[in-house]
């Protein structure tokens, strides 16, 4: 079994800033991509920002420039890091986890439980 600790979010004023972490644990587990997706009322869940064990990152469109996804492998921990925040970046946050497990290397995919992003002002 795995567990991911998130935190960070809240309410932030536009241009404002924000931090997410996403802690990784479970025995047994190797973690490879790790990232964040999020949700909007009323939309679906779309991906935000990934990164891999190797450091290879990949943002959506809108956050180019202004998101920074990063990663410490030691505590299998990743951040994001919101900049510049705009309203419509207002979402539930999830942390994602492409979990495998042991020498089969089986693949598991994990779920956070979700932080509120609101950037109001």
């Known amino acids: 079994q795995v567990q991911l600790v998130e935190s960070g979010g809240g309410l932030v004023q536009p241009g404002g800033s924000l931090r997410l972490s996403c802690a990784a644990s479970?025995?047994?587990?190797?973690?490879?991509?790790m990232g964040w997706y999020r949700q909007a009322p009323g939309k679906q869940r779309e991906l935000v920002a990934t990164?891999?064990?190797?450091?290879?990152?990949n943002y959506v469109d809108s956050v180019k420039g202004r998101f920074t996804i990063s990663r410490d492998n030691a505590k299998n921990t990743i951040y994001l890091q919101m900049n510049s925040l705009k309203p419509e970046d207002t979402a539930v946050y999830y942390c994602?986890?492409?979990?495998?497990?042991?020498?089969?290397?089986?693949?598991?995919?994990?779920w956070g439980q979700g932080n509120q992003v609101t950037v109001s002002s």
């Open positions: 990164i891999t064990n190797g450091g290879i990152t």
């Open positions: 994602n986890v492409d979990a495998r497990f042991g020498v089969t290397n089986l693949r598991y995919d994990y």
């Open positions: 479970g025995r047994g587990f190797s973690f490879y991509a």
